[in-house]
């Protein structure tokens, strides 16, 4: 089955930090552009990054902006999400997704595919 697979969500306090990894299962991720998403509960799902195919070009959601960073790791077929400062309404679950452009599109595009399970987020002290 062609997905993602999150990890590395858990419990973590206030302005603590969360290293999310988020890897490719059946398909090479090399030719696309890969975003993170979040659902926190009774909300909606939202866009929070994104990273080019090429790796040169990143996008963050206004509430991340400055506290998380994306990277990936082509040789390993993963993409990852460094999560500093969090906060309470970081919590969600988060999913990855990819989309076979060379940029990233608008959070809402129905062209990203390949979503994996998710891994759970929670801020709380």
């Known amino acids: 089955q062609l997905q993602f697979v999150e990890s590395g969500g858990g419990l973590v306090h206030p302005e603590g930090s969360l290293r999310l990894s988020c890897a490719a299962s059946?398909?090479?991720?090399?030719?696309?552009?890969i975003g993170w998403f979040r659902q926190a509960p009774g909300k909606e799902r939202e866009g929070v990054s994104c990273?080019?195919?090429?790796?040169?070009?990143?996008r963050y959601a206004d509430s991340v902006k400055g506290r998380f960073t994306i990277s990936r790791d082509d040789g390993k077929n993963t993409v990852d999400l460094q999560m500093d400062n969090l906060k309470p309404e970081d919590t969600a679950i988060y999913y990855c997704?990819?989309?076979?452009?060379?940029?990233?599109?608008?959070?809402?595009?129905?062209?990203?595919?390949?979503w994996g399970q998710g891994t759970q987020v929670t801020v709380s002290s």
């Open positions: 997704a990819a989309v076979r452009r060379s940029l990233c599109l608008q959070w809402d595009s129905p062209e990203f595919t390949y």
């Open positions: 059946g398909f090479t991720s090399d030719y696309y552009s």
């Open positions: 990273i080019s195919m090429s790796g040169r070009f990143t």
